[in-house]
């Protein structure tokens, strides 16, 4: 079946740092990968968006410069959050979606961000 | 531009009990509509979509949905809920654009009791 894995599940950094998650989709050759972020309290917010042949598409207030995102291929997309600070902190969540038959993304179960 | 409304933060609700989470959309077009749900520590998982057809859509777990155009809603719905149905429900919008990605209510949190 479709699964998208991430890596790691949690995380600590020191505020000021960065640190990278991984994503990687198996069973299925996705078509778009979709990078969330879960605040506490809050619901999901799309960070960025890549699909096949199009530039990877950030949504407003994220930007390449705090979370770049880099991937050799739809398989496998990698962010990193560079200068994390407590507004970072969260559940960060990728999403792939497969074909172009349907709109709905398989998520993996997240890293979670905790900033100290 | 689109948005996803639960206007339920929370719902307490005893095993075997009928459950309803309200979901109402705004978006100029016909939307195709989602509920994931999130199990704690975990991330999201895919109940049921709508795209087009029958408005009343059967998902995982026995949950059901209805899409109502009128409405602008999308209320998802268990006739008798497990323990194990604990967890929090999203309600997530797309516009039928690959460009773009999802868009998220603010969730349900459900709590069942025995």
């Known amino acids: 079946g479709a699964l998208v894995y991430q890596y790691p599940r949690r995380t600590i950094c020191k505020s000021g740092t960065s640190m990278r998650m991984e994503c990687q989709a198996v069973g299925f050759q996705a078509t778009s990968v979709a990078w969330y972020r879960q605040s506490p309290q809050k619901t999901f917010e799309l960070i960025a968006l890549s699909t096949v042949n199009s530039a990877i598409k950030y949504e407003q207030n994220f930007t390449q410069e705090k979370f770049p995102i880099s991937h050799p291929n739809l398989s496998f997309s990698s962010m990193t959050v560079l200068n994390a600070y407590l507004e970072d902190r969260g559940l960060y969540l990728c999403?792939?979606?497969?074909?172009?038959?349907?709109?709905?993304?398989?998520f993996g179960s997240g890293t979670r961000l905790l900033v100290i | 531009a689109q948005s996803v409304t639960q206007p339920d933060a929370r719902v307490t609700v005893s095993e075997g009990a009928s459950l309803q989470l309200r979901c109402k959309y705004s978006y100029s077009a016909t939307p195709y509509l989602f509920w994931y749900v999130q199990y704690p520590r975990q991330g999201l998982q895919l109940l049921l979509k709508y795209y087009s057809g029958d408005p009343v859509v059967q998902g995982v777990n026995s949950f059901e949905a209805e899409f109502s155009k009128s409405n602008s809603s999308f209320h998802l719905q268990k006739a008798s809920v497990h323990w194990s149905d604990s967890a929090v429900y999203f309600c997530?919008?797309?516009?039928?654009?690959?460009?773009?990605?999802?868009?998220f209510g603010l969730g349900t949190r459900v709590s069942v009791f025995p």
């Open positions: 999403g792939a979606r497969e074909g172009t038959g349907g709109f709905d993304y398989t």
């Open positions: 997530a919008l797309s516009m039928g654009d690959y460009a773009q990605g999802l868009t």
